[in-house]
């Protein structure tokens, strides 16, 4: 079953924050972050594995928690290129590491 | 180091035509897969395969084959394309060890008209 993303389109300004969610149904091993500009290929962000661990990479974190089967995408002090789809892939136990992706969220910074 | 790549980029097909979107990698992974990406849609796992010789369905195979005869080639058939075959195919691989991402080939764009 699909992961659910929310929002499903946020629209920023260059310097402000925002926050997308990726809660799923079923448990967890990990989580997947990509980023997709349109016409390109999805481009890898982080993987977050359970244990609730939290990671990090310039202004751009996520979190895990294994027991509510979410986790959240945290952008700081956005910038344009942060603009594009991203998308959440999750990944059962024992699933032979097959990603289901959410429906994605559009994002936008302005200038 | 190429990674994971795909052929062709881009294809046009008639109606009942059929074809081979070829998928290269050269990372030694043992995990590929193929999934379908729908306008403003995210990906749906067509196939995929947990090493030579193994290939099993995923989400949406209805329509496609694949084979996995090297570690290296997963190609994907399409058998008598419809149109609602008009997507963009990527293939990826991922090695069989938890902590690292699946790596993307750049796409095929098909359109059946």
């Known amino acids: 079953q699909q992961p659910v993303q929310s929002p499903q389109a946020v629209i920023l300004r260059e310097g402000e924050d925002a926050v997308i969610n990726c809660s799923s149904s079923k448990a967890l091993y990990s989580v997947h972050w990509y980023r997709q500009k349109h016409g390109e290929a999805p481009v890898f962000l982080m993987i977050?594995?359970?244990?609730?661990e939290q990671k990090g990479h310039d202004k751009i974190s996520a979190s895990f928690n294994e027991k509510k089967q979410q986790s959240s995408l945290y952008l700081t002090a956005s910038q344009l290129s942060y603009s594009g789809t991203y998308f959440c892939g999750t990944e059962p136990p024992g699933s032979a590491r097959q990603l289901t992706f959410g429906s994605g969220t559009q994002l936008t910074v302005l200038p | 180091n190429a990674g994971v790549t795909q052929t062709p980029k881009f294809r046009i097909l008639k109606i009942g035509q059929s074809m081979t979107l070829q998928c290269a990698q050269d990372m030694n992974h043992n995990y590929m897969y193929w999934y379908r990406q729908d306008p403003g849609m995210g990906l749906k796992l067509i196939y995929y395969?947990?090493?030579?010789?193994?290939?099993d369905k995923g989400e949406v195979p209805n329509g496609y084959n694949v084979s996995r005869s090297t570690t290296e080639d997963f190609p994907l058939r399409l058998e008598l394309a419809a149109p609602s075959q008009t997507s963009v195919y990527f293939c990826?691989?991922?090695?069989?060890?938890?902590?690292?991402?699946?790596?993307f080939g750049q796409g095929t764009r098909l359109t059946v008209v």
């Open positions: 990826a691989s991922s090695p069989w060890t938890g902590n690292t991402e699946a790596f």
């Open positions: 395969s947990v090493g030579a010789g193994i290939t």
């Open positions: 977050l594995l359970k244990g609730g």
